[in-house]
C-alpha cells in the first residue's frame, strides 16, 4: 500500500514498504517559479531528518529540499539534471527528486496527510 505525507517545508513522501520517492509539491514550485537547476543527493548517501538533501534553483532564488526523514538514498531523477523544469509540470510525479530506503517509519507519523497539508497552505 502507497501513502503519501507532507511536511511543513512543503516536501512531499511517498512510502511503499520501506522506499520512499521525496519530492517538492505543487505549492512549493509555485512559489520558487520557474527551475533551472537541481542539485541532486548522491546515490548511497545517508540522510537524517532534516539533512539539505537537494537544492533547487529557480529564477528567483535557491531553495534547500530537506530530508522528510532518516534514510539512506536509493536512487536519484538524473532526468533532473537537463530538464529541471519537470518539476514545475509534474510536481508529484514524474519530477519527483530522490528515493531512499527509510531507516525509521515511525519519523512518518509526525507528517501532515493531504488534508492537513492543504489546510496548511489554504
Known sequence: MTKTYFTDDHEWIRVEGDIATVGITDYAQEQLGDLVFVD???????????????????????????????????????????EPGLINTAATGDGWLWKMKLADAGQLDGLMDETAYNAMIG
Open 40 to 82: 541532486l543527493p548522491e546515490v548511497g548517501a545517508t540522510l537524517a531528518k532534516g539533512d539539505t538533501a537537494v537544492v533547487v534553483e529557480s529564477v528567483k532564488a535557491a531553495s534547500d529540499v530537506y530530508a522528510p526523514a532518516d534514510g539512506e538514498v536509493t536512487g536519484v531523477n538524473d532526468t533532473l539534471s537537463a
